[in-house]
């Protein structure tokens, strides 16, 4: 098959690949703008200039719509939309659940694909919205397995073939599924259905439904997203690890005169300023854009400006592994973000795993970040520190006490660790004077740990007030600890 993924950098379950294609090599992570056949509110051969590498139209539209699809046989899908680059096509599947029907089958609209000179096609999956019964997800998963198993005998060489992940909101479909799919062996996984998850806000749910499928993927196969377009939820999905996703939001939100932003949207007619150094917005006033006659582009390619704008920021962010960081912030953006932002951290054993052993200074950025792989990591080699004889415990690293055998640093949210380790990533994290309960919580856990696992060491416990804890109690019940307050000491 012609199908290649390199991946060429990596932080927290987020990488930089590329995946080579019919008409070129992408740099993931991106998004394909979704182009309409029939009204190109920004035309595909503007794309390039927005920062788009690979467009992504629907197949369906275009078959049934006769002058269309004979251009499309006669000239090639990439004459039609006047772009040279990558391109994908949807197959109808997303009218299938608008409408309930479509009038053609998976074999014709596979082999309809493969005619038009498609780079990425994708069968006629059924999407499965969330919440449906347990009976009618299995039901429909049985129906689309079937016709991608189908799909993938047809397609030998040329197109790359995407095998969409279904399964609803049942977590063990979705990694089941995703299973199937890789001993089917697909060049592209999307995972579909979850256009009403987000919708809805529910980026918990969503956050779910990635790390279930993702579990199932080999890890390096390329992922999308589909239907993703809000540039607000990319580095949460990049770090779940996500590839692709794909925009009809910004022509949709246009059209409803909303300006989007990597925070949030704004109705246009709220805005009193434009916060954006954009080609659109340098040109105009927020009054003026308003006003336009063609506002509705205007705000398209502003839309498409900060949607690219945030993929080199998330991209960036991967380069200099900081994609955590990025994420807390982002999803502090909305209350349903922050959220899925906790139900991230019950997938930290997993992310640890895909987690790059070093790289640079992690920042505290919140409550959240005490649940951070990379504390789990550290949470996990306490048990290999062996401390003999005694031991202060501090919260600065000093010169060697000659009093005592150890000097060992108190952290929050690591806990207690030699002080020669100090500077050693992630311990040289960038935490806040004060902890809050959360990390401190994580420290005394990981203290009282190491205090028990060494139980011929005698530990002297320097505690700072701002170290308070109901864990200190805990701490100090334990025969081998003594605890002294600092302004004591
Ligand atoms: N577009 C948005 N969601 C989906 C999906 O689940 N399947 C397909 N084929 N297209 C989609
Ligand atoms: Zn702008």
């Given at each position: 098959m012609s199908s290649q993924f390199d991946i060429i950098h990596k932080d927290a379950a987020g990488r930089i690949g590329k995946l080579t294609t019919p008409h070129g090599v992408i740099e993931t992570p991106t998004v394909m703008p979704v182009i309409n056949p029939n009204i190109q509110t920004v035309k595909a051969s503007e794309m390039r200039s927005f920062g788009a590498q690979v467009l992504i139209t629907n197949s369906y539209i275009i078959y049934r719509k006769d002058e269309l699809r004979e251009k499309a046989l006669k000239d090639g899908l990439h004459a039609l939309l006047d772009f040279d680059g990558p391109i994908m096509t949807d197959s109808g599947?997303?009218?299938?659940?608008?409408?309930?029907?479509?009038?053609?089958?998976?074999?014709?609209?596979?082999?309809?694909?493969?005619?038009?000179?498609?780079?990425?096609?994708?069968?006629?999956?059924?999407?499965?919205?969330?919440?449906?019964?347990?009976?009618?997800?299995?039901?429909?998963?049985?129906?689309?397995?079937?016709?991608?198993k189908a799909a993938r005998e047809l397609v030998k060489d040329g197109m790359l073939l995407a095998g969409p992940v279904q399964g609803s909101t049942y977590n063990d479909l979705r990694e089941e599924c995703a299973r199937t799919l890789s001993e089917m062996k697909f060049d592209v996984y999307p995972f579909g259905a979850v256009v009403p998850l987000m919708e809805s806000y529910r980026y918990s749910d969503?956050?779910?439904?990635?790390?279930?499928?993702?579990?199932?993927?080999?890890?390096?196969?390329?992922?999308?997203?589909?239907?993703?377009?809000?540039?607000?939820?990319?580095?949460?999905?990049?770090?779940?690890?996500?590839?692709?996703?794909d925009s009809?939001?910004?022509?949709?939100?246009?059209?409803?005169?909303?300006?989007?932003?990597?925070?949030?949207?704004?109705?246009?007619?709220?805005?009193?300023?434009?916060?954006?150094s954009c080609p659109i917005c340098m040109s105009h006033?927020?009054?003026?854009?308003?006003?336009?006659?063609?506002?509705?582009?205007?705000?398209?390619?502003?839309?498409?400006?900060?949607t690219f704008e945030e993929v080199r920021e998330v991209k960036q962010a991967i380069w200099g592994g900081n994609l955590l960081e990025l994420v807390e912030q982002r999803c502090r953006s909305h209350p349903r973000m922050l959220e899925a932002l906790k139900t991230l951290s019950n997938y930290s054993e997993w992310l640890e795993?895909?987690?790059?052993?070093?790289?640079?200074?992690?920042?505290?950025?919140?409550?959240?970040?005490?649940?951070?792989?990379?504390?789990?990591?550290?949470?996990?080699?306490?048990?290999?520190?062996?401390?003999?004889?005694?031991?202060?415990?501090?919260?600065?690293?000093?010169?060697?006490?000659?009093?005592?055998?150890?000097?060992?640093i108190f952290k929050a949210p690591f806990g207690t660790y030699p002080q020669e380790l100090a500077e050693v990533y992630p311990l040289n994290a960038e935490v806040v004077k004060t902890p809050d309960?959360?990390?401190?919580?994580?420290?005394?856990l990981n203290t009282i740990k190491l205090?028990?696992?060494?139980?011929?060491?005698?530990?002297?416990?320097?505690?700072?007030?701002?170290?308070?804890?109901?864990?200190?109690e805990k701490l100090e019940a334990l025969p081998n600890v003594g605890i002294v307050l600092a302004h004591n000491y």
């Open positions: 599947s997303f009218q299938l659940s608008v409408y309930g029907d479509v009038e053609v089958t998976n074999e014709e609209i596979i082999e309809f694909q493969q005619k038009i000179g498609t780079d990425i096609g994708v069968p006629l999956d059924i999407p499965t919205p969330p919440d449906v019964t347990r009976e009618r997800a299995e039901e429909e998963l049985k129906i689309t397995i079937e016709r991608l969503l956050v779910d439904v990635i790390a279930s499928a993702k579990k199932g993927l080999d890890p390096t196969a390329p992922v999308h997203l589909f239907g993703a377009g809000h540039p607000m939820m990319f580095a949460l999905a990049v770090a779940l690890g996500c590839d692709l996703f009809a939001a910004y022509a949709l939100y246009a059209k409803d005169r909303r300006y989007i932003t990597a925070r949030g949207t704004y109705h246009v007619d709220n805005l009193r300023y434009l916060p954006c006033t927020a009054e003026e854009l308003k006003k336009a006659h063609n506002c509705t582009e205007l705000l398209a390619k502003h839309n498409l400006y900060v795993q895909c987690d790059p052993a070093s790289k640079s200074t992690l920042f505290y950025c919140g409550p959240e970040s005490a649940k951070r792989p990379e504390v789990l990591r550290f949470s996990k080699h306490v048990e290999n520190f062996t401390i003999q004889g005694s031991a202060l415990i501090r919260a600065y690293p000093t010169k060697r006490d000659n009093e005592y055998e150890n000097v060992l309960s959360e990390s401190l919580e994580v420290a005394y205090v028990e696992l060494n139980p011929d060491a005698q530990f002297t416990f320097l505690m700072q007030g701002r170290f308070e804890h109901p864990l200190v």
